[in-house]
């Protein structure tokens, strides 16, 4: 891009139109940068080298009258443990860096602190350094992360293949339902709390697909494989663009839980709750292509090691990258106002 007049903003951008201002810098032979979850590279012993970074920004990520310290040093770390899953590979070190305004209390700190360790403790992942900085007004959280996977194990964005079926790990639309009553608790009074602290916990406490990103990394005939951070459409758009082929998602056969249908019930139809899943962000549920002679196999063994179902909620057709929805097998539009960093 040439460089633009001074009164053009960054607001005029999309989030695509801004990394597209960084790439296209050459990189070593058998590497690969920018454009999928994790950056790769060749790593020790013959295996590849995942690196990945996601900055938390208050106001924008999270708002501190929404989320306790706790969970969101977890949702810091999860977030980016979901990025090494996504590749099919195993976290193994990780960075922290800080801005913080000088009024956040001591307290808060080390409860972050308790949220975040707890959960690289549970998978094992060491703290490898990072940045500590006074920020002017709100508090940022960025870490960055490494992981390792076999080169055979390695799932990309643009692994699909026409023919393919595309699955999900699990249930969709949890996380922005969380977010909606967090963002307006009166308008939805009438959930019940069981139901409404499920959403919430949904948003706030992501739970990383950590081994079924790893197993499923190892299955030859899964193909293509993202996590869903931005939204159901949206990542399976990044799959289509880059393997250059058209996928058809099925909104009716969309995964949803009990307490996602009874928030949607208080203001929408069936159909509305299938869109909202289909383009509300931060499930980082995982989302992979598998060749369709094996989706039957995959599925069984997936219950047998996992003790819960995969969902198979479309398929990939001919090279040509754009994505259809489907209700009842005709094809309907989505208002995909889907969250934008920028326009
Ligand atoms: N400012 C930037 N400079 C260079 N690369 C970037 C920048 N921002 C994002 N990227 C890269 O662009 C790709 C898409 O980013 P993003 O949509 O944030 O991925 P993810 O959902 O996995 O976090 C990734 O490969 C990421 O590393
Ligand atoms: C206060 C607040 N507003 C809006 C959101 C919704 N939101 C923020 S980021 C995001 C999408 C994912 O964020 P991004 O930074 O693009 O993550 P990445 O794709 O880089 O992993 C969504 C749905 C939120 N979580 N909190
Ligand atoms: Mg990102």
């Known amino acids: 891009m040439a460089d633009s007049p001074s009164s053009q903003k960054i607001s005029d951008l999309s989030e695509e139109e801004i ?4 790439s296209g810098s050459s990189i070593p032979r058998g590497a690969m940068g920018i454009g999928d979850d994790c950056a790769a590279s060749e ?24 989320i306790n310290a706790e969970d969101l040093g977890h949702k810091a770390l999860a977030v980016n443990i979901s990025d090494i899953a996504a590749m099919g590979g195993t976290s193994d070190g990780y960075f922290l860096s800080l801005a913080l305004p ?28 990072g940045d500590t900085t006074r920020s002017e007004s709100h508090i ?8 390792i996977v076999n080169p055979d194990s390695l799932k990309l964005r643009s692994m699909a293949e026409p023919g393919d079926r595309i699955c999900v790990t699990g249930p969709l639309g949890d996380s922005v339902a969380g977010l909606k009553i967090l963002s307006h608790p009166h308008k939805y009074q009438s959930l019940s709390d069981n139901h409404r602290k499920k959403l919430i916990q949904r948003h706030c406490k992501p739970d990383p697909a950590v081994y079924e990103g790893k197993w499923l990394g190892q299955q030859d005939e899964v193909h293509a494989m993202i996590d869903i951070s931005d939204g159901l459409l949206s990542d399976v758009r990044h799959i289509a663009e880059q393997s250059d082929c058209k996928i058809e998602i099925a909104l009716d056969r969309l995964p949803l839980t009990p307490a996602f249908e009874a928030f949607c019930s208080i203001e929408g139809t069936d159909k509305q709750a299938r ?13 992979f292509s598998v060749a369709e002679s094996h989706i039957s196999d995959l599925k069984d063994q997936f219950r047998e090691k996992f003790g819960k179902p995969l969902y198979d909620i479309g398929k990939v057709t001919k090279r040509e ?19 934008k960093h920028f326009s």
């Open 19 to 22: 990394i597209r201002l960084f």
């Open 43 to 66: 790593g020790p012993g013959g295996l590849e080298r995942l690196i990945s970074t996601d900055l938390l920004v208050e106001d924008v990520h999270f708002r501190l009258d929404s």
């Open 102 to 129: 000088g009024m956040v209390s001591i307290n808060w700190l080390q409860r972050f602190r308790n949220g975040l360790t707890d959960l690289a403790q549970k998978y094992d992942i060491p703290l490898l350094g």
């Open 140 to 147: 940022m959280i960025s870490v960055t992360i490494m992981g």
């Open 275 to 287: 869109e909202l899943a289909a383009v509300g962000g931060e499930d980082y549920q995982l989302l």
């Open 321 to 339: 990258p754009r994505i259809v929805t489907l209700w009842d097998g005709s094809p309907v539009e989505v208002n995909e106002q889907k969250f």
